[in-house]
């Protein structure tokens, strides 16, 4: 069965640095997504991705964030100057619209900040 | 008013025993609804889709009220391996400003003990 995949699984890093968060969806999907998860709170929306541009972003997604579709494949979320706010886990998901509205998440990237 | 209310639980439940979660929405405008289960640091997987009619699958029931804006999932005969978090799920967006954007409860945990 097809799945989403995320690299790194894990990723540490000093505050003030740049990482990169990398996602590959599911081949025929056209919406890209990705979410956080601060450790014990709920699944928050970042950004939404279709036809190489964002079609809506949160509050959450400032300057400090971008996406990239830098191929047909991966998908990327940077995060420029990262805080220790920005410790979580990012999930990626994608969609494939004619099918249905289902999103399927990859099994995330786990970022800490220190 | 959060926008996708749950009850943070935990429900202790015994196998066997049949569970209920209620989950209520501020945007009246939504159009999808969804339950998501999601296993301690994992990434959160479709359980199943909320239709207006109400919808089964095995051992789980969904229900919808759009008038209440309350969403409901019924689990029955509760094997251990249900035990998981479940999240409420809701698009709040409809026709051609539907980005796909999901908006998550907080999770309701399920603990279920032999």
């Known amino acids: 069965e097809p799945e989403v995949t995320q690299t790194p699984s894990h990723q540490v890093t000093q505050m003030g640095q740049e990482v990169i968060l990398r996602c590959v969806p599911i081949?025929?999907?056209?919406?890209f997504y990705w979410y956080r998860q601060i450790l014990g709170q709920k699944v928050e929306f970042l950004v939404s991705?279709?036809?190489?541009?964002?079609?809506?972003k949160s509050e959450i997604f400032d300057d400090q964030f971008s996406v990239e579709r830098p191929d047909g494949s991966n998908f990327t979320l940077k995060i420029r100057s990262t805080k220790l706010e920005d410790s979580a886990m990012y999930f990626c998901?994608?969609?494939?619209?004619?099918?249905?509205?289902?999103?399927?998440f990859g099994p995330g990237t786990r970022l800490l900040v220190l | 008013r959060k926008e996708v209310e749950q009850d943070p639980g935990p429900f202790n439940v015994p196998e066997g025993a049949t569970v209920a979660f209620n989950c209520t929405y501020s945007?009246?405008?939504?159009?999808?609804f969804f339950w998501y289960r999601q296993d301690c640091r994992k990434e959160p997987k479709l359980l199943m889709s909320?239709?207006?009619s109400g919808n089964e699958d095995g051992r789980f029931t969904a229900q919808l009220n759009r008038a209440s804006q309350y969403i409901s999932l019924l689990i029955r005969d509760s094997k251990l391996s249900d035990s998981a978090t479940y999240l409420c799920?809701?698009?709040?967006?409809?026709?051609?400003?539907?980005?796909?954007?999901?908006?998550f409860g907080q999770g309701t945990t399920l603990q279920v003990k032999p």
């Open positions: 998901a994608s969609s494939d619209p004619w099918v249905g509205e289902t999103q399927y």
């Open positions: 081949s025929n999907h056209l919406y």
């Open positions: 991705f279709y036809n190489n541009e964002i079609s809506e």
């Open positions: 945007n009246s405008a939504s159009q999808s």
């Open positions: 909320v239709y207006s």
């Open positions: 799920v809701v698009n709040p967006s409809q026709g051609s400003s539907n980005t796909g954007k999901l908006i």
